[in-house]
């Protein structure tokens, strides 16, 4: 019975240090640091790079139910990966705009991009290389990610990534709207990045807080859901998925454009407020005055009312004054130069409750 077991055991090491291996189910607990919920699946090796490779980290609402295709919804949602060789491509299931960074260099705009992606025009040295892409293209932000191709015999390995996370809800102005890079130019992007977090976008063009006055959705509704409101019955997310440590919110100025009553505003944001709080009990919640000053009295009202009733990790910050008619493009949006002015504004405002 004893050399039974002994020859298991021995079975069990050369399976491990030869051709077996565990492959860590996607969830974004081990995409997004920090939340302590990983599942591990047992599973076949996977080709280095592949969807399912467990090197590879991913950030954002990701719907890993088809293996061939991991598939996200909201702009500004990123895949990284550390990788050996010169050369890399990324596969996609659908025609849109890809950004790509390799290790320090610029953000790399590919649009209306489909099929298979060359990522280096030119080849790297040879060596160990971190490779980042993210999606971002107005109303279009499907992100069907089928792998990395990397050169015969190139191995991945567990890519840096921050223990923190910053989640950002809002509308156009959050996704970096008429910005040519998007949601990799908007403020919440930069200023994550200057503050050196991960981060999310839950934003989208035209949608407004309060329900049944926008055909872009509502995001008292469509925040809890797995899909931006472009799609119909989306099923609802795991909020067991990531926890961030800050979420800030960025909400009104289509309320503002939609005519919604302030009484209806107030209340509605007073509950959205409440039902995040739910979802993130610990994280430091942010709302924001709008950049172009509309709503605010009915936003302060909702802030300053849920402080009141005990949400002592709620905050209001006052952006008055913060961007001037030369840093947006059309008198709504802010140009890349105004979301880098507004990104570093934020940051020193979030910085001491990231430690």
């Known amino acids: ?25 996607p969830a974004e607990s081990s995409a997004e640091p920090g939340d302590g919920k990983a599942k591990v699946n047992i599973a076949l090796a996977v080709t280095p790079g592949a969807p399912g490779d467990p ?22 949602a990123y895949v990284r990966m550390k990788f050996t060789g010169t050369t890399v491509k990324i596969r996609v299931g659908n025609a ?39 999606q971002g293209k107005d109303y279009n932000y499907l992100f069907g990610f089928q792998g990395f191709v990397l050169d015969p015999g190139a191995t991945t390995s567990v890519p840096a990534a921050s223990g923190r996370l910053i989640e ?42 309060v329900s049944g006055y926008a055909t872009q959705g509502s995001m008292e509704v469509q925040y809890f859901k797995l899909q931006n409101s472009s799609y119909t019955n989306s099923p609802g997310w795991d909020f067991t998925r990531y926890t961030p440590r800050i979420v800030v919110i960025n909400l009104g100025t289509n309320d503002n454009n939609k005519q919604v009553p302030d009484a209806q505003f107030q209340s509605a944001y007073i509950s959205f407020l409440a039902n995040v709080r739910t979802k993130f009990p610990q994280a430091e ?26 949400d002592n990790k709620l905050h209001y910050i006052n952006t008055s004054g913060w961007l001037s ?31």
């Open 1 to 25: 019975m004893k050399r039974k077991i002994y020859l298991f055991v021995l079975l069990a090491v050369a399976c491990v240090s030869g051709s077996c291996s565990k492959s860590y189910l």
């Open 55 to 76: 090197n590879l980290r991913y950030f954002g609402r990701w719907d890993f139910s088809n293996s061939s295709q991991y598939k996200s919804y909201w702009g500004g």
């Open 96 to 134: 849109t705009n890809y950004f790509a960074k390799i290790d320090n260099g610029p953000w790399v705009s590919y649009l209306n991009a489909s099929g298979t992606i060359n990522l280096t025009s030119v080849a790297l040295s040879p060596g160990m290389h971190t490779i980042s892409v993210a």
């Open 168 to 209: 950002w809800i809002g509308d156009s102005i959050t996704a970096g709207y008429t910005d040519a890079q998007a949601n990799v130019s908007g403020y919440p992007w930069v200023c994550s990045e200057l503050l050196g977090t991960e981060h999310t976008q839950i934003a989208y063009p035209g949608i407004t807080l």
């Open 285 to 310: 919640i942010f709302v924001l005055r709008t950049f172009i000053g509309v709503k605010t009295v009915p936003t302060a009202a909702a802030v300053n009312a849920r402080i009141a009733a005990g």
């Open 325 to 355: 008619t030369a840093d947006y493009t059309d008198g709504l949006h802010p140009s890349v130069a105004g979301n880098i002015k507004a990104a570093n504004l934020i940051k020193p405002i979030l910085a001491p409750y990231l430690n």
